[in-house]
Nanobody, 125 residues
């Protein structure tokens, strides 16, 4: 599966932004999807993950209550809705996919096999 992330941009603190991840190839609904981010000089950080059906979602502590991950399997697209953005949310956001072979949805980047190119989100104070 090939992934294409888009929707990043420059916003002010407190505003909202939605980034999308479009997947090409077959059987998008067979993949768990994750969002990760990496700020300059920092390690890649888990943001959110969603099971292949969309029935289960997981969030990193720093974004809980502010971000929402979702997916539309008919459109082969995953989304990350980001509300109440903070300057510390500034990073390159990457979407990732993992072929689902169990009910476990992983939150570690090493478990994901396919990655998009990343989209930059900048939050100004």
């Amino acid at each position: 599966v090939q992934l294409q992330a888009c929707g990043g941009g420059l916003v002010q603190a407190g505003e909202s932004l939605r980034v999308s991840c479009a997947a090409s190839g077959r059987a998008f609904s067979s993949y768990d999807m994750g969002w990760f981010r990496q700020a300059p000089g920092k390690e890649r950080e888990f943001v959110a993950a969603i099971s292949r059906s969309g029935g289960s979602t997981y969030y990193g502590d720093s974004v809980k209550g502010r971000f929402t991950i979702s997916r539309d399997n008919a459109k082969n697209t995953a989304y990350l809705q980001m509300n109440s953005l903070k300057p510390e949310d500034t990073a390159v956001y990457y979407c990732a996919a993992r072929l689902s072979i169990s009910t476990i949805v992983y939150t570690t980047s090493a478990r994901y096999n396919y990655w998009g190119q990343g989209t930059l989100v900048t939050v100004s104070s």
